[in-house]
């Protein structure tokens, strides 16, 4: 195992939701594993007016992120933890007063020993992620002379191609490029990682994975809740920026991309690149009306209770038109996948929480059994990401008997049927990977940018574009109406349950 050096946390926003909800659950998660270090600091800072007794107390004791997990451990336990947290207000817009927080950094380093190595965490909002970076520059906290210095961000990352690319250039000047640690939870989610395992440590699934066996490649990112209490947020974002320009993209980039030369870091994430790079980015109107689809929910009877439409959401303004619902047909050029479609979407307000990639095997050259209904009998190889996480083939049977009738076997493999049972969370591992300075699962500048490039017309066309609708659908379906327009001939989305081996269509009726 790679050493944890003696390091100190900082993190940027600490009052906000996604301290108490993530990090400071995920460190308890590597307290528990033993990856800490030997000298562990975690330096919060926001705002808000906080003593460190109040701050731990906040994000440990009265946490209910934590309240579970801290039960099963004794007092003296969970309090050598919460020792290790501290934190420092910093000025009213974060534009100001480092110096305090630098003092509080040195004299923190110098009594636990955490040896000038920094992690800085920006979990704020990302029109303050340069103004931070340029104060600690200031603050000599970018130098690494002595102890390395890193800095992880958040999501979104940037609003346009423009913008992330000014957001690169921008923290480049203070930080280099290997500094700079951009997360995406999907990266460090386990489902995701074996996506390489299973194209890359299998001969039987790569020498199939391309134009000549493969159909088309279907992508499904489902969530039950709404835009919650983030309306404000969402409704300048939407489903394109929020999941498709970021996690969706990921993925996609690891389905798609070649094989790397080996498991370093850069190797991994050069091919990435060049995979995004060669998705067709779709400019004229006529190829993004027949390719895209945007919709909305609406308000309707949804798992035993009366739901809200998006409009009716706090924050969201009532005559939005940004979507919740976002399905995207789209072309690879290059050699492996030319001509073969992807249909991916993301959605709100699903009947059900799934995450999905299945990859659909044309059907034999020659049909030797006179058997209707192939489409629905064709390969497939689904690739569970979340919950339920594993992976099924299915394949045709005989049905025994006379004749020769084919059905459809499933051949299924289980996660939870693994003995090594303590997986990590997404956010445990990023932050070890962090900590270890291992950038393999953090998308690099060229990555984000490629990204948005592919999403920026689509974006300015559900913007400006003439003949563009924004369709509605009851909370608790797949998406509006036309959802299956997209795609070519008899095929449409494959709506799956909560079960890996639950068959399409199945839904929970509560
Ligand atoms: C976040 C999005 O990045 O991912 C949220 O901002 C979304 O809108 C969340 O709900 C989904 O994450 P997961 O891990 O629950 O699929």
Same mark, same amino acid.
């Given at each position: 195992?790679?050493?944890?050096?003696?390091?100190?946390?900082?993190?940027?926003?600490?009052?906000?939701?996604?301290?108490?909800?993530?990090?400071?659950?995920?460190?308890?998660?590597?307290?528990?594993?033993?990856?800490?270090?030997?000298?562990?600091?975690?330096?919060?800072?926001?705002?808000?007016?906080?003593?460190?007794?109040?701050?731990?107390?906040?994000?440990?004791?009265?946490?209910?992120?934590?309240?579970?997990?801290?039960?099963?451990?004794?007092?003296?336990?969970?309090?050598?933890?919460?020792?290790?947290?501290?934190?420092?207000?910093?000025?009213?817009?974060?534009?100001?007063?480092?110096?305090?927080?630098?003092?509080?950094?040195?004299?923190?380093?110098?009594?636990?020993?955490?040896?000038?190595?920094?992690?800085?965490?920006?979990?704020?909002?990302?029109?303050?992620?340069?103004?931070?970076?340029?104060?600690?520059?200031?603050?000599?906290?970018?130098?690494?002379?002595?102890?390395?210095?890193?800095?992880?961000?958040?999501?979104?990352?940037?609003?346009?191609?423009?913008?992330?690319?000014?957001?690169?250039?921008?923290?480049?000047?203070?930080?280099?490029?290997?500094?700079?640690?951009?997360?995406?939870?999907?990266?460090?989610?386990?489902?995701?990682?074996?996506?390489?395992?299973?194209?890359?440590?299998?001969?039987?699934?790569?020498?199939?994975?391309?134009?000549?066996?493969?159909?088309?490649?279907?992508?499904?990112?489902?969530?039950?809740?709404?835009?919650?209490?983030?309306?404000?947020?969402?409704?300048?974002?939407?489903?394109?920026?929020?999941?498709?320009?970021?996690?969706?993209?990921?993925?996609?980039?690891?389905?798609?991309?070649?094989?790397?030369?080996?498991?370093?870091?850069? @190797?991994?994430?050069?091919?990435?690149?060049?995979?995004?790079?060669?998705? &067709? #980015?779709?400019? +004229? $109107?006529?190829? =993004?009306? %027949?390719?895209?689809?945007?919709?909305?929910?609406?308000?309707?009877?949804?798992?035993?209770?009366?739901?809200?439409?998006?409009?009716?959401?706090?924050?969201?303004?009532?005559?939005?038109?940004?979507?919740?619902?976002?399905?995207?047909?789209?072309?690879?050029?290059?050699?492996?996948?030319?001509?073969?479609?992807?249909?991916?979407?993301?959605?709100?307000?699903?009947?059900?929480?799934?995450?999905?990639?299945?990859?659909?095997?044309?059907?034999?050259?020659?049909?030797?059994?006179? @058997?209707?209904?192939?489409?629905?009998?064709?390969?497939?190889?689904?690739? &569970? #990401?979340?919950? +339920? $996480?594993?992976? =099924?083939? %299915?394949?045709?049977?005989?049905?025994?008997?006379?004749?020769?009738?084919?059905?459809?076997?499933?051949?299924?493999?289980?996660?939870?049927?693994?003995?090594?049972?303590?997986?990590?969370?997404?956010?445990?591992?990023?932050?070890?990977?962090?900590?270890?300075?291992?950038?393999?699962?953090?998308?690099?500048?060229?990555?984000?940018?490629?990204?948005?490039?592919?999403?920026?017309?689509?974006?300015?066309?559900?913007?400006?574009?003439?003949?563009?609708?924004?369709?509605?659908?009851?909370?608790?379906?797949?998406?509006?109406?036309?959802?299956?327009?997209?795609?070519?001939?008899?095929?449409?989305?494959?709506?799956?349950?909560?079960?890996?081996?639950?068959?399409?269509?199945?839904?929970?009726?509560?």
């Amino acid at each position: 195992m790679t050493i944890v050096e003696n390091q100190m946390l900082i993190i940027f926003g600490a009052s906000g939701d996604l301290t108490s909800r993530k990090l400071i659950p995920a460190l308890f998660d590597l307290y528990k594993g033993n990856y800490l270090p030997k000298n562990f600091v975690v330096l919060g800072t926001s705002r808000s007016v906080l003593s460190d007794q109040e701050f731990r107390d906040k994000v440990v004791a009265n946490s209910k992120y934590l309240k579970e997990k801290l039960n099963s451990h004794d007092e003296a336990y969970v309090k050598a933890f919460a020792n290790k947290i501290f934190y420092t207000e910093i000025g009213n817009d974060y534009s100001s007063e480092y110096n305090g927080l630098k003092e509080r950094i040195t004299m923190l380093d110098e009594e636990h020993g955490t040896e000038n190595n920094y992690m800085f965490y920006l979990s704020t909002p990302p029109n303050i992620y340069e103004t931070i970076a340029m104060n600690l520059a200031a603050q000599d906290l970018a130098d690494e002379s002595q102890g390395w210095k890193r800095l992880i961000v958040e999501k979104p990352f940037g609003y346009s191609y423009e913008t992330a690319k000014k957001l690169n250039t921008g923290l480049q000047k203070y930080y280099s490029e290997p500094q700079i640690y951009r997360i995406d939870h999907y990266l460090g989610k386990e489902t995701v990682q074996n996506l390489l395992i299973t194209r890359f440590a299998n001969s039987i699934f790569e020498p199939l994975w391309n134009r000549n066996y493969i159909h088309h490649v279907e992508i499904t990112n489902a969530e039950t809740v709404g835009v919650e209490k983030r309306g404000g947020y969402y409704d300048k974002s939407g489903a394109l920026r929020d999941m498709f320009q970021n996690h969706l993209l990921q993925i996609i980039s690891l389905v798609v991309m070649e094989p790397p030369i080996d498991d370093k870091a850069e @190797e991994i994430r050069n091919e990435k690149v060049k995979a995004l790079k060669s998705l &067709r #980015i779709m400019r +004229d $109107e006529k190829t =993004l009306f %027949k390719n895209t689809i945007r919709g909305q929910y609406l308000a309707s009877d949804f798992m035993g209770e009366q739901v809200p439409g998006y409009r009716e959401e706090e924050g969201v303004d009532p005559e939005s038109t940004t979507e919740t619902y976002a399905a995207i047909k789209f072309y690879i050029d290059n050699w492996r996948w030319k001509d073969v479609p992807f249909y991916v979407r993301t959605a709100k307000r699903m009947p059900t929480k799934v995450t999905e990639v299945v990859i659909h095997f044309k059907s034999p050259h020659h049909h030797i059994f006179s @058997e209707s209904g192939i489409i629905d009998k064709d390969n497939k190889l689904i690739i &569970r #990401i979340q919950p +339920d $996480e594993g992976i =099924l083939i %299915k394949f045709g049977v005989k049905v025994p008997g006379q004749g020769f009738k084919v059905e459809r076997a499933n051949l299924e493999f289980y996660y939870s049927g693994l003995s090594e049972k303590n997986v990590m969370n997404a956010y445990e591992r990023l932050l070890l990977d962090a900590m270890q300075g291992d950038p393999t699962l953090y998308a690099r500048a060229d990555e984000v940018e490629a990204a948005w490039e592919f999403v920026d017309p689509i974006l300015e066309y559900w913007k400006n574009g003439k003949d563009v609708k924004t369709y509605g659908y009851s909370s608790g379906l797949w998406g509006p109406q036309n959802a299956d327009e997209l795609f070519d001939g008899l095929y449409s989305w494959r709506n799956p349950g909560e079960h890996l081996a639950d068959d399409p269509g199945f839904c929970v009726i509560y």
